[in-house]
T-cell receptor, first 113, second 118 residues
Framework: KAGVTQTPRYLIKTRGQQVTLSCSPI?????VSWYQQTPGQGLQFLFE???????NKGNFPGRFSGRQFSNSRSEMNVSTLELGDSALYLC????????????FGQGTRLTVV | GESVGLHLPTLSVQEGDNSIINCAYS??????FIWYKQESGKGPQFIID?????DKRQGQRVTVLLNKTVKHLSLQIAATQPGDSAVYFC?????????????????FGQGTILTVHP
């Protein structure tokens, strides 16, 4: 079955703009988690959605938001982009049960100029 | 000013050797752990997981060992191949400030760079 699909793979945006990233989880998976990966901070949790509800949130400013649709696809949005938002954004797909495997997509490489 | 990035530990081995990658985790209450492999330009790839009621788990060419006493996790790769060259991360399930398990949230280690020489 298909893996986790993230689109687009690459994005270049200007400071102050906003961006929307998309993640389609593995078929049958109802949980999508988002992470930001940077050389300085490593992998950091943004938020998790399960059945269209945000169940968990990391320590990121309100400029970072997300949502999940009834087909489990998820989007994350970053408004008023800053240079420091340049990163690899990863989503992970799982069943949503505790202590089960989480599978990552290839990521979206966002560059803010 | 100059940015300070993570300085990842590195492990360099010869093809065919066994590799051991170590990880110290932070929360004694963590009860689920995953090892991931990340190649350049790709997302983390699931390798193997282990629950805290186990000390050891084996997969294909990989073994994970868990020592809860000292909060230590290791990944052993047998007969390491050049294709195993990547950054390896351990991750643990995270807990909320209220003490309950945080759904969908993993806390990642800084990673270890494994280089396999032919």
């Amino acid at each position: 079955k298909a893996g986790v699909t993230q689109t687009p793979r690459y994005l270049i945006k200007t400071r102050g703009q906003q961006v929307t990233l998309s993640c389609s989880p593995i078929s049958g998976h109802r949980s999508v988690s988002w992470y930001q990966q940077t050389p300085g901070q490593g992998l950091q949790f943004l938020f998790e959605y399960f059945s269209e509800t945000q169940r968990n949130k990391g320590n990121f400013p309100g400029r970072f938001s997300g949502r999940q649709f009834s087909n489990s696809r998820s989007e994350m949005n970053v408004s008023t982009l800053e240079l420091g938002d340049s990163a690899l954004y990863l989503c992970a797909s799982s069943t949503g049960n505790l202590n089960t495997e989480a599978f990552f997509g290839q990521g979206t490489r966002l560059t803010v100029v | 000013g100059e940015s300070v990035g993570l300085h990842l530990p590195t492990l360099s081995v010869q093809e065919g050797d066994n590799s051991i990658i170590n990880c110290a985790y932070s929360n004694s209450a963590s009860d689920y752990f995953i090892w991931y492999k990340q190649e350049s330009g790709k997302g983390p790839q699931f390798i193997i997981d282990i629950r805290s009621n186990m000390d050891k788990r084996q997969g294909q060419r990989v073994t994970v060992l868990l020592n809860k006493t000292v909060k230590h996790l290791s990944l052993q790769i047998a007969a390491t191949q050049p294709g195993d060259s990547a950054v390896y991360f351990c991750a643990e399930n995270a807990f909320s400030n209220a003490g309950g398990t945080s759904y969908g949230k993993l806390t990642f280690g800084q990673g270890t760079i494994l280089t396999v020489h032919p």
